[in-house]
């Protein structure tokens, strides 16, 4: 069985932190490129960072540079993302995505005071 999971999420205040883990269980990244995207309500699913294999750089949406930090364990097989000073605006539901075609259940990440 293939499958991501996503975890870490909640509710957090404005400036505050979090860290998403993904899990992959039944496949192996292999050389597979791993990404996070999210999606807030009534908006468009978008890229929140993009980590490339070989050499694990990550890029990152404007909105999230010197903010978001992804990285990937291809030993474990985990995806992380860690989020500082977080926003409002950040509130959405985060995804965890392999090659482009393996997708996590989606994780509720909520900025508010």
């Known amino acids: 069985q293939v499958q991501l999971v996503e975890s870490g999420g909640g509710l957090v205040q404005p400036g505050g932190s979090l860290r998403l883990s993904c899990a992959a269980s039944g496949f192996t990244f292999g050389s597979d490129a791993t990404s996070w995207y999210r999606q807030a309500p009534g908006k468009e699913l978008e890229l929140v960072a993009a980590?490339?294999?070989?050499?694990?750089?990550?890029k990152y949406a404007d909105f999230g540079k010197g903010r978001f930090f992804a990285s990937r364990d291809d030993v474990k097989n985990m995806v992380h993302l860690q989020m500082f000073l977080l926003k409002p605006e950040d509130t959405a539901v985060y995804y965890c995505n392999v090659g482009d075609n393996v997708w996590g259940q989606g994780i509720q990440v909520t900025v508010s005071s």
């Open positions: 980590i490339t294999y070989p050499g694990g750089n990550a």
